[in-house]
């Protein structure tokens, strides 16, 4: 195969923009994961169905509605909404309770991926004995803005993801670092018991943070789905590329949108240079994120890019 | 009505001794040494390729020029050619029973090594990681294997997999799914006796003491990483032969059979039925893998069970709701499981030669000398 | 002479362990009174059991003619009340600043946290320096500085302190009581202070209770616990 240098440059131009759009929503989803790492020290597998459950939400009320503006908030909404309520009842009904009676950190993973196991099943189920559609897009437009060389293309969803993870990134900051309720989270992670003899209502600050989790997750869920149609499982399929992302940002905000955008732009744009000059199958392309993953844990468990110290290494 | 009965309970026994292994082998290191080894289906997917491999392979070469049949493959391992599902199909008119069940216990012993051979590497990580990013690193490291030989042809044929290797019972008439059903048991009963033994002796304390508090195993003179090794080697050996035995019993080798699901499935049995307690551990093989093989529409069928179409449909999926459900109402109502860790025991041998000589002490007309 | 806060009849622990086996005392408005004991006597637990971080089994706790016995201890800090447990009293992960912070979530108002946070800067001078470094990095000495500012931020009317002294070198601990004595003149709180070296304790306090497997096994001024002969013998040899 002739490779042609205008196929090349827009195919690298638009695996960019690509990576870019796919990297901002990994970050983002990074954002909803460690904020409940950092509050409750849970690894949560059950956060990829948060998403998942939003971009069904989304779904389900935009296509009640005749599109356009109204269906776009409408679903933005609604996606929110469920991530941040399934969110919340997640813990609520598993991690609370188990926390209650001293789980400690390896039981409440296994509880999670229980949660996850629960919460994705029963969405397959549900879709199968229903007969919903398996795959599903919310009736927004997708607006293409502007074309490059006829091959590469900037779409709404590439602006609305981009400016999202950024806000959302920024926003998380402050919170925890400027905010009285975002210093009481961190609080509450650090010494909870002192945090209550403190004043603070660790509940209440326990149940906000869900909810803020699940609604940066719910947002995420949606922005995904308006630019790519989820299955039930498209969380899960994302949920290692979440982890990666919040694992090499060591926790912290910055961090995770930072290695979220890496990972996107490596997968997308490896994957289309490995894919024309390699001719190895694009099929590979998420091992990359994978291999990062392991061997970030190998060798800087506590993150590449961080801002703060974290303690993950064994003592051994 | 009878047969399909005894189907649905051979196939159900050969789960058992399966998911038994696989769960045995994932209570040494995580009910016994405390190491989350996540990867579980890695070491799995390990052992049935290289089974897969070397049984296809061996095929091949024994039975191709007998039968006549040239394999020629371009670019590809040669037992993915069409030609060699020829010679797969037709293996039994020219292979005896002694060969192919010669080739059987080869490939669980390759399945074994392989298992053990990668958890060197797996022990890389699990010496140097706090317990949930261990769990994480070696479920990513699974979903690498997987992905990666679900797309390369290399080394079982990447999608389509390696189908139909000949069982060890090819000649045999009847019941052959019984026959296999028999022959897993028969691996488990071999690996519930070694755990048994391993686990109640000098080497079992050491686990347990690493388990509970490395450093003052250390002080004790233990020598940790070397323990957490050793029941890496251990828990992936059995897991390799685990992966060998699925191989043969469906014929194939499969990439996307080894999801983390399995790995799952596996936590969930020995949660279930009591972490560092062997015999929990097979009750909890044994009910879990007769909810993955009830919660089937063919097994339902076959024990006269009617649903409707859309529960059909949704079963296979509900299956895993049910489990997720189990695995939370254990961890929350008794995170000990069913069965819990009980004190060390006399290692099973001293039992066996006390129980013997008491016997033989009453054969020998001299009663009561034996009860103590 | 009226009371801050009385225990009637206390029971107290931890799951299933009962520690404090029916604990009654008081502590008047401007009083400072210690509890002193062997070491296991349960001093720490009591005043866990007091502000709602151990188990109560049975019996009351009044704060402020207030029956407080089942209030969460966030609530129990909203009333007015403070306490310095003895570990991990410090928010390791937060810097000195926002440990204050903390201290003063209740109070909402930023300027009236600003106010608290320069009162508790002029008692220790030292922690304005420290300020933007996290308490984890502190010494030991300095950690207890924090834990002892940010349970002054609200200004809390009684003040419980689990031996603010341990582990401090003598000096360090001798200019730290001081130090809570001037904070004592200054906020006129109530103070329930538990020190391992008792002989100092008493003697800075008006009154003591002498703690013993979870029972009171004496009280009284400070100069009689410490002249009693038979309590000398108890648990003060050592340290007299």
Known sequence: MVVNAAVVLYGTIGSLLDGLLLGSLYGLMALGLTLIFRVTKIANFAYAEYITYAGYAAFAVSSMLAGGVTAFIAGLVAAMAVGAVASLFSDELAFKPLWHRGADSLTLLVASMGVGFVMRYSLLGAAVFANWPLQVQPNVANPVLATIGGLAYVSGAHVAAVVAAIVTAVGMHILFTKTRTGKAMRATASNPVLARISGINIYYIRRLTWLLAGAIGGLAGFLYSYYNPLNPESGWQMLLWIFAAAIMGGFTFYGALLSGIILGLAEAVMGFYMSTFLHISTAYSPVIALIALVLVLLFRPEGVIRLETHMLRRRV | MATELEGILAQWLTYFAIYGIMALSFNIEYGFTGIPNFGKVLFVAVGAYAAGVLASTLVLMLAAPALGVEVVASGEPSYCTAAAKVVFSQAGQVLSTTTLFAIFLAAVLAAAVAGAATSIVASFPALRLREDFLAITLLAAGEILRLVTWTSVWPVCSFNGISGIPSPFTHFLGRVDVLYAGLSLLFLLAAWFYTEYATNSPWGRALKAVRDDEVAAEVYGYNVASIRMQSLLVGSALAGIAGALLVFYSGNVNAGTFRPDMTFEVIAAVILGGAANNLGTLLGAAVISALLILMNPSSLDALGVTLPQGLLNALPYLKYVILGIVILLVLMYRPQGVIPEGPLKTPIVEKTRRKLREYLARVGGQPGAGRQ | ?240
């Open chain 3, 1 to 240: 002479m009226a009371r801050i806060l009385e225990t009637r009849d206390l029971y107290g622990g931890y799951g299933k362990m009962v520690i404090i086996n029916g604990v009654s005392i008081y502590v008047d408005r401007g009083e400072v009174v210690a509890l002193v004991g062997p070491n296991g006597s349960g001093k720490s637990t009591l005043l866990k059991t007091i502000y709602g971080v151990a188990k109560v089994f049975k019996g009351h706790v009044v704060f402020d003619n207030k029956d407080v016995t089942y209030v969460p201890p966030e609530a129990k800090t909203a009333l007015g009340m403070g306490f310095v447990p003895q570990t991990d009293n410090v928010f390791p992960d937060l810097t000195v600043e926002e440990n204050l912070e903390m201290g003063g979530y209740l109070l909402r108002d930023e300027r009236k946290l600003r106010e608290a946070m320069e009162v508790v800067y002029n008692i220790f001078p030292q922690l304005r320096d420290l300020r933007h470094v996290l308490a984890g990095a502190l010494s030991g000495g300095q950690r207890k500085m924090v834990a002892v500012g940010r349970a002054l931020m609200t200004m809390p009317k009684l003040l419980l302190m689990d031996e603010p002294t341990a582990g401090l070198a003598p000096k360090t601990a001798l200019e730290l009581l001081d130090k809570l004595m001037d904070i004592k003149r200054e906020t006129n709180a109530s103070i329930l202070i538990v020190e391992q070296h008792a002989r100092r304790a008493l003697e800075i306090s008006d009154r003591g209770y002498v703690l013993v497997s979870g029972r009171i096994a004496a009280e009284g001024s400070g100069r009689d616990i410490l002249s009693r002969p038979d309590l000398q013998e108890l648990f003060l040899g050592k340290h007299g």
